[in-house]
């Protein structure tokens, strides 16, 4: 089943309570958080956590785009996420691994993410661990940006990584996602869709997501039809 995770980077933070209940029948609440460092962008951070937390029963899938995320996961798995994304690129050396550890330490479930230029090979050392895999489909730092053609090759090659080590994380995709895309990177094996604009961004958040995950569900039931033909 293909699950989405709608990005409150493109809800109206003076009504997030409300936008919140508005994407109730998503499957996760994706937590953009920015420290205008790692990306041009600064959004939110703990205490906006922390305030979610109280309002929603959905999981919080909580995206770092900051630098060195190693100092600050425990405190974003103290403020209530349960899954925690933290960048390569930002964590040098052993960081990544050590992130990884103390996510997993906290309780909550282990994502690590790619940009777009980065290959999904960085990932290897800690593959066996993770949980979920976020492949970028956008530079980070902001809503509304277009999809990189051909990122659904990179959820594929990460399906392949990961099946190679006998990993089967969660792949995410964030960056561009809607009706149109979300068919491309279902079909490449993408488990959880990340929808900012597409979603957040609709007049009708609860339609928005019934008709991306159906468009998803569809090229996915097609896609595995096709591999056993
Ligand atoms: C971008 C964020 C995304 C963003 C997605 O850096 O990580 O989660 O909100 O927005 P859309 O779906 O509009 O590209
Ligand atoms: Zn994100």
Same mark, same amino acid.
Request: aromatic share 2%.
């Given at each position: 089943m293909i699950k989405v995770a709608?990005?409150?980077?493109? /809800? #109206?933070?003076?009504?997030?309570g409300r936008d919140i209940e508005a994407i109730s029948t998503a499957d996760y609440v994706h937590v953009d958080v920015m420290d205008g460092m790692f990306v041009p962008n600064?959004?939110?951070?703990?205490p906006v956590v922390a305030s979610i937390r109280k309002v929603t029963d959905l999981p919080l899938d909580v995206h770092l785009m900051?630098?060195?995320?190693v100092r600050y996961v425990e405190q974003f798995c103290d403020a209530g996420a349960d899954i925690v994304t933290v960048h /390569? %690129?930002? $964590? &040098?050396?052993?960081?990544? %691994?050590?992130?990884? +550890?103390?996510?997993?330490a906290a309780g909550a479930k282990a994502a690590a993410s790619v940009k777009p230029h980065t290959p999904v090979e960085v990932l290897a050392p800690v593959m066996a661990q993770l949980d979920m895999v976020l492949i970028?489909?956008?530079?980070?730092g902001f809503s509304g940006q277009s999809y990189i053609e051909g990122s659904e090759r990179k959820v594929a090659r990460t399906v392949e990584l &990961?099946? *190679?080590?006998? &990993?089967?994380?969660?792949? %995410?995709? #964030?960056?561009g996602i809607g009706v149109k895309t979300a068919p491309l990177v279902a079909a490449a094996g993408a488990d959880v869709l990340v929808c900012g604009s597409a979603v957040c961004g609709a007049d009708d958040p609860a339609a /928005?997501? $019934?008709?991306?995950?159906?468009?998803a569900e569809a090229?996915? *039931?097609? =896609?595995? =039809?096709?591999? +056993?033909?």
């Open positions: 709608p990005s409150i980077l493109s /809800a #109206d933070f003076a009504h997030l600064i959004s939110i951070g703990i900051i630098t060195k995320p /390569a %690129e930002a $964590a &040098a050396g052993y960081q990544l %691994e050590r992130a990884v +550890e103390m996510i997993h970028m489909s956008v530079e980070p &990961a099946r *190679a080590v006998g &990993a089967a994380p969660l792949i %995410e995709v #964030d960056g /928005a997501i $019934a008709q991306v995950t159906q468009a090229a996915r *039931a097609a =896609a595995l =039809a096709s591999k +056993e033909a």
